[in-house]
């Protein structure tokens, strides 16, 4: 197996030169057409769009929630909180419903985009500053010093809908992005480290943990990270999926690997309160998955 990897690692190091890209949109305004509306026309939606949300377990009541939240963004384009949760929206309908179904992979990875392009509206509608910074070319791991914590959802839905994104589209692409996303969310670290149950401890657990030695791997860190995002909040299952995923199998420990997943599988997915219970059943789905694949993982 170690003469396996060996050679995927050397064919991954050529391919650097090939991943894959996309274009950032960094304008004031949706791909939509702004309209006007009342005040009492906005509620309705907003409501609706949160109704819909509650229901996201149901692909198409997470669908409808993506169209609403358009909607709203379309509607009130410098409302950066209608744009985060858009992104967020989309997020959880590529990751807990289409990342199921290979042939969804394409729709998958436009609505990762999607997710992407919505995340970056918030940014510019918060912060003028920054939005003049990247239209004039600065790259994103500067331009992000002039944000503050408010920015803190939108830096980590765009970050964590690109990453998954860039995965998807392959490890060449996926580390075309890697200094970007990690500087992202080394901001979102320094702002609000426990924003989204200690989210940039997780992602630095799957940052050492994922990436290749010559490219910053260290299980070591990987393993700190997973265990101070555990500490705080035990309860929510995908830090435990992915510390499985990759600090477990990079560090060839089984024992670990198969803790952490049959602890999610075994789980009440509301242990930490109802309104996680549709992130922690999709992770329950991942980690049954996840744990069929034990033999090919570890020698």
Request: proline share 4%; aromatic share 10%.
């Amino acid at each position: 197996m170690r003469g396996v990897v060996r050679a995927t690692v050397l064919v991954m190091v050529a391919m650097l030169g090939c991943g894959g890209g996309r274009e950032s949109n960094w304008e004031t305004t949706p791909d939509q057409p702004t309209v006007q509306t009342t005040e009492e026309e906005r509620t309705s939606p907003s409501q609706q769009a949160a109704e819909a949300w509650a229901g996201r377990d149901d692909e198409a009541s997470i669908r409808r929630a993506v169209e609403l939240y358009g909607q709203l963004n379309s509607a009130e384009p410098n409302n950066a909180e209608h744009a985060v949760w858009l992104s967020r929206s989309n997020y959880f309908l590529a990751d807990c419903h289409l990342s199921f179904d290979e042939a969804k992979k394409e729709e998958m990875m436009s609505t990762y985009d999607a997710g992407t392009r919505a995340a970056e509206r918030a940014l510019v509608a918060l912060s003028s500053d920054f939005a003049d910074r990247m239209r004039a070319g600065t790259r994103i791991e500067e331009a992000v010093e002039v944000l503050d914590a408010t920015a803190v959802p939108a830096l980590y839905w765009r970050a964590s809908n690109l990453g998954k994104w860039a995965s998807a589209d392959g490890f060449a692409t996926l580390l075309s992005y890697k200094d970007e996303i990690r500087a992202v969310m080394g901001r979102c670290l320094e702002l609000d480290r426990e924003f989204f149950y200690y989210g940039p401890d997780r992602y630095f657990g799957v940052f050492y943990g994922r990436a290749p030695s010559f490219a910053g791997g260290d299980v070591e860190r990987s393993r700190e990270h997973f265990e101070t995002s555990l500490r705080h909040h035990p309860n929510y299952f995908a830090t435990r999926v992915l510390m499985a995923q990759d600090y477990a199998t990079k560090a060839q420990d089984r024992a670990v690997f198969e803790e952490q997943l049959n602890t999610v599988i075994n789980g009440d997915p509301e242990a930490a309160g109802p309104e996680l219970g549709p992130e922690n059943r999709c992770e329950q789905r991942k980690a049954r998955n996840l744990i069929t694949q034990a033999d090919d993982l570890f020698e």
